[in-house]
Each structure stands twice: as C-alpha cells, then as structure tokens.
C-alpha cells in the first residue's frame, strides 16, 4: 500500500506539483481505469473531459485516490483528489515510479549481447552500435549505420545504409528506415524511371518509431527526425522531409516529399502534399489533406486544411 501523501511528495519531486484534498490516511494498493475501476486503487480523468461526465456511474466514495486538474470541484464519488496540472502525465509518472514491476522483464528476443544480436540478424561489420543497444530478432541493419546510446530497436527492422539514430531512441517492429523514397523522371515516350536517392536519414535523439513505419532516404539532403519526435504506427514520410523537435504524427499520416513540420506539432491522421511547410505548434486536425502552408501556432482541419483559430495563447 502508497499513502497519498507519498505519491504527493513524488509528484513535487518530479516537477509535477500538486494538491491533496479528501480523508487523511488514504492509500491505494495500485491503478486503474475509470472506466473499470478497482476498489482500493488510483485513477484520473483525461485533461479533456471532466468528471462530471461521468458521475452518474459512481456513487459517494466510490473512488479511493482521483487525479483531477486543478480547474475541477472535488467530486462526491471520490474519497481523495489530487488535483494536478495535468492528470494523464501524473497518472502514467505514478505508476511508473510506485507500481511498474515490469522493469526487470525483457522482451522476447531483444538483446545487448553483441553475439547474440549477430546470431539472430544481420549486422555489417561496419555498423556503429552504442553502449546498451538492444536489437531484436529478424533485423537488417546495413553498413554505414550509426545507433546511439540506450536505442532500442524491436523485431523485423531494416535500417539501410546512410542513416543515423541518435540515443535512446526506440523502433518498434516492422519499420524501415532508409528505403530509396518515389521519385522518377518522365522520358521522351512518357516512360518512367525512378531515380536514384544519395540522401540519407538522420533520426535525433529520444524519437519514438512506430510499428511498420515508413521512413525514405533523401534524393540528396538527409530525411531529417529531430530530438524527442514521436512517430505513430503505419505512418509514411517520404524523402527529404524535416520533422521539428518534439512533433506528434499519429497513424495513418502520409507525409510527401520534401515537406518541413515544425517544432512541438500535433499532426492528426493527416495527408500532406510535397513541398508543403508547416509552422512551429501548429495542429492539424482528424483527417485533414495539406495542400498549402500552415502558418506557426494555429489548429487547422478540412480537406483542403485551413486555419480556424490559434492553438495556444500568446504569452
């Protein structure tokens, strides 16, 4: 059992400060859903819905620990609150610090032992592997390839020639990375043939690669994934392409050639046209197709995506 006010100095511990409101001495013996709550555990509500959504499901005290954001009323249903900044972070960084006791499994397959990493894929000689990289099995990881401290990559990844990932990054099964992306020239008879890339793809540092992600090498320049990037499975980002620091594209986003997103970007199942730019904090909604410019700080949507409003309040 955690008393509350352990997760409590936890959280302030880890910049997450907060505040307890409800019965002294209340603990809980692990987590939970809302939506298939546990006596005796934690729970939270999203930061965008409230509670009041859904406090017809509970009655008084029915709810040990909630985490709330700071904005809402303490609900009956709820013995104790701790009201944060925002739930769903304090939520997930409570449960890793107090109740994960899934730190000492490994997945199947995933090694750092270089022997057993050469027996179970393919690794050129000439391959750069950092300290406390994990390799599953299945993997093709070409020559002229640098993988940076801490990576992990999973089963089934092919890495071509030409690219660098920076450290503790994570790939996750299926994902090629450095293909020769689509592009052809048009000859006298309007046959096609498809050009050669001498690009390669530079991948920052604490990027996150989805299941059976797409990622092509340059025509010329680097296809360019920069720190803290956070790629959705069967995501495609064709060649030349920049992502900015700490952008979110989620699945089944298609980005086209040689466009640029932004820093800090929230890109939503989206379809996006070659040569396309999109602006520092912008958020391109559901299902969107980018056919021109988003300016910087802006939520756009629609097919073709326009700006409706700003997405953040100027300081």
């Keep these: 059992m955690v008393l509350a006010e352990d997760l409590q100095r936890y959280l302030a511990e880890h ?10 001495g209340i603990s809980v013996d692990g987590f939970s859903s809302l939506f298939h709550y546990r006596p005796g555990t934690m729970t939270f509500i999203v930061p ?56 000492s499994e490994e997945i199947t397959g995933i090694t750092s032992d270089p022997q057993q990493q050469r027996r179970q894929s393919f690794i050129a000689p000439s391959a750069k ?23 992990v990559i999973h089963h089934q990844v092919t890495i071509r020639n030409g690219t660098s990932i920076g450290k503790n990054c994570t790939i996750y099964s299926g994902a090629q990375i450095g293909e020769r992306g689509y592009n052809y020239t048009v000859g006298p008879n309007r046959e096609k043939h498809m050009i050669k890339h001498y690009g390669g793809v530079r991948i920052g540092d604490d990027v996150h690669i ?15 994934i920069c720190d803290g990037v956070k790629i959705d499975a069967l995501v495609h980002i064709a ?15 298609s980005v086209s050639g040689s466009a640029e997103i932004g820093e800090d970007c929230h890109i939503a ?11 520092d904090r912008a958020m391109l909604g559901l299902g969107s197709v980018v056919v021109k410019d988003i300016p910087e700080n802006v939520i756009a949507y629609g097919n073709p995506a326009r700006p409706v409003r700003k997405r953040f309040e100027e300081a």
């Design 210 to 224: 989805g299941e059976n992600v797409c990622i092509s090498r340059g025509a010329i320049d680097d296809t360019t």
């Design 239 to 253: 060649h030349n392409c920049v992502i900015g620091k700490n952008s979110m594209i989620l699945v089944p986003t």
């Design 48 to 103: 965008e819905r409230s509670f009041s959504d859904y406090a017809a499901d509970f009655q008084p005290g029915e709810i040990d620990l909630l985490l709330l954001t700071q904005q809402e009323p303490q609900p009956e249903a709820a013995k104790a609150v701790l009201f944060v900044e925002d739930p769903r972070a304090a939520f997930f960084g409570l449960i890793e610090g107090f109740f994960d006791h899934s730190a």
């Design 15 to 24: 910049g997450m400060p907060c505040r307890f409101q409800g019965a002294s």
């Design 129 to 151: 592997l950092g300290s406390g990289v994990k390799i599953g099995v299945g993997c093709v990881i070409e020559g002229n390839v640098t993988i940076g401290d801490g990576t």
């Design 269 to 279: 199942a989206d379809i996006i046209r070659n040569q396309v730019k999109i602006g």
